[in-house]
């Protein structure tokens, strides 16, 4: 099914985690470091710099998977914590813009970052129960069902072996072992019901992001309508699971819908299309705008001025020359684009930073049937 496998951070019981470990993993489950806010936050700089310092919000969704307002929520948040300003491009959308992070991360990192895969290569893994093998939580069971059996025997088999007795006797020797074993079944089993919530609510979101990746094929490509009839099958052979009822497939659809305020053609549940247009031009205007923004760089310091020049001539020369870093800007962006999935060819219909072809966008675009999981808090360390 092209799934990429991926066990959790406890999932293999590795032979090298010292026995209390496991112990405390079977009740209290297994260890999992938590991210500050600075290591989170790693990711996302790293798509920016990728995107030469200019991110919509459509754009940050294809790569967390997360709603359109929450992306808005985070880029306003990164745009007051490193200097980012808002730009409106040519076709109404707004783009987030960072130039300071490109200064200091020095030249040429935006043409060395790598661009973060999308979110339907990042579908998250079941939590286990406790990251151990089943040898090893089997042992452990056995080893607590031996201290409950023997503390509960205890009256009959071992107070008359030893001669005692009494009120003293049986809470130490009873009552408290009892209550330990007890709890110490009890705690996973209370456990195991609250990370099947758990688990439900990241196949929901697994199925969020394959879903949206044949939303984004379709509006970064032929712009078709998307119906439970042309990616139901797709979004099943997909998942890892392979479960994804239509009607499952449809309600997210129709999230999707209104997230976007995607147009709709008419139909039943099956058959009724939603055509994504705000995400291709959301794409579309953050090409522009990254253009805009090369070109003024490559503009400063360009211009040369006559002390003869009266106003006219100057602004005949500016034109000129803005002309000419416009040309030269517009073949770049079709070149440098073409690995990103944002730039393109200029046609007459898209104008000079429109969408690269189909082709032309392999290098960023990768096709949501090639779904995987991959752990979230594993892919922020490799990058600390």
């Given at each position: 099914?092209?799934?990429?496998?991926?066990?959790?951070?406890?999932?293999?019981?590795?032979?090298?985690?010292?026995?209390?470990?496991?112990?405390?993993?079977?009740?209290?489950?297994?260890?999992?470091?938590?991210?500050?806010?600075?290591?989170?936050?790693?990711?996302?700089?790293?798509?920016?710099?990728?995107?030469?310092?200019?991110?919509?919000?459509?754009?940050?969704?294809?790569?967390?998977?997360?709603?359109?307002?929450?992306?808005?929520?985070?880029?306003?948040?990164?745009?007051?914590?490193?200097?980012?300003?808002?730009?409106?491009?040519?076709?109404?959308?707004?783009?987030?813009?960072?130039?300071?992070?490109?200064?200091?991360?020095?030249?040429?990192?935006?043409?060395?970052?790598?661009?973060?895969?999308?979110?339907?290569?990042?579908?998250?893994?079941?939590?286990?129960?406790?990251?151990?093998?089943?040898?090893?939580?089997?042992?452990?069971?056995?080893?607590?069902?031996?201290?409950?059996?023997?503390a509960a025997s205890a009256p009959w088999f071992i107070f008359p072996r030893l001669g005692i007795g009494g009120p003293l006797a049986?809470?130490?020797?009873?009552?408290?072992?009892?209550?330990?074993?007890?709890?110490?079944?009890?705690?996973?089993?209370?456990?195991?019901?609250?990370?099947?919530?758990?688990?439900?609510?990241?196949?929901?979101?697994?199925?969020?992001?394959?879903?949206?990746?044949?939303?984004?094929?379709?509006?970064?490509?032929?712009?078709?309508?998307?119906?439970?009839?042309?990616?139901?099958?797709?979004?099943?052979?997909?998942?890892?699971?392979?479960?994804?009822?239509?009607?499952?497939?449809?309600?997210?659809?129709?999230?999707?819908?209104?997230?976007f305020e995607a147009d709709v053609t008419p139909g039943d549940e099956r058959t009724r299309g939603f055509v994504f247009d705000a995400?291709?031009?959301?794409?579309?205007?953050?090409?522009?705008?990254?253009?805009?923004?090369?070109?003024?760089?490559?503009?400063?310091?360009?211009?040369?001025?006559?002390?003869?020049?009266?106003?006219?001539?100057?602004?005949?020369?500016?034109?000129?020359?803005?002309?000419?870093?416009?040309?030269?800007?517009?073949?770049?962006?079709?070149?440098?684009?073409?690995?990103?999935?944002?730039?393109?060819?200029?046609?007459p219909a898209d104008g000079p930073a429109a969408l690269p072809p189909p082709d032309a966008m392999s290098g960023l675009w990768a096709?949501?049937?090639?779904?995987?999981?991959?752990?979230?808090?594993?892919?922020?360390?490799?990058?600390?």
């Amino acid at each position: 099914r092209g799934i990429g496998s991926g066990r959790g951070r406890g999932g293999g019981g590795a032979s090298d985690v010292p026995f209390y470990k496991k112990v405390f993993a079977f009740v209290f489950g297994p260890d999992e470091p938590r991210l500050t806010r600075e290591q989170r936050d790693r990711e996302l700089l790293q798509l920016l710099r990728a995107r030469h310092g200019a991110l919509t919000a459509a754009e940050l969704v294809q790569h967390t998977g997360q709603r359109l307002d929450e992306a808005d929520d985070e880029l306003a948040r990164l745009m007051a914590a490193h200097d980012g300003e808002p730009v409106v491009a040519d076709n109404g959308t707004v783009v987030y813009t960072f130039p300071s992070l490109l200064v200091s991360a020095g030249a040429g990192a935006a043409d060395t970052a790598a661009v973060p895969p999308p979110a339907w290569q990042r579908l998250e893994p079941p939590r286990p129960l406790t990251g151990n093998g089943r040898g090893t939580d089997a042992a452990i069971a056995a080893m607590n069902g031996f201290n409950l059996l023997v503390a509960a025997s205890a009256p009959w088999f071992i107070f008359p072996r030893l001669g005692i007795g009494g009120p003293l006797a049986e809470i130490g020797l009873i009552w408290v072992p009892v209550a330990f074993s007890a709890v110490f079944y009890a705690v996973p089993l209370l456990r195991r019901w609250r990370l099947r919530r758990e688990n439900r609510k990241r196949v929901e979101r697994n199925l969020r992001r394959v879903v949206l990746g044949f939303v984004y094929e379709s509006a970064l490509t032929d712009l078709q309508p998307v119906s439970v009839s042309s990616i139901g099958e797709r979004v099943r052979a997909a998942l890892p699971d392979g479960v994804a009822y239509d009607a499952a497939v449809a309600r997210v659809l129709e999230d999707l819908a209104a997230e976007f305020e995607a147009d709709v053609t008419p139909g039943d549940e099956r058959t009724r299309g939603f055509v994504f247009d705000a995400v291709r031009r959301a794409f579309q205007g953050a090409a522009r705008v990254r253009a805009r923004m090369a070109l003024l760089d490559r503009s400063v310091g360009r211009i040369v001025y006559s002390s003869d020049d009266d106003a006219a001539a100057q602004d005949a020369r500016d034109l000129e020359s803005f002309d000419r870093e416009l040309s030269a800007g517009n073949e770049r962006t079709g070149d440098e684009r073409a690995g990103d999935g944002a730039g393109a060819e200029a046609t007459p219909a898209d104008g000079p930073a429109a969408l690269p072809p189909p082709d032309a966008m392999s290098g960023l675009w990768a096709p949501p049937d090639r779904a995987a999981y991959e752990d979230p808090v594993a892919r922020v360390l490799r990058l600390t």
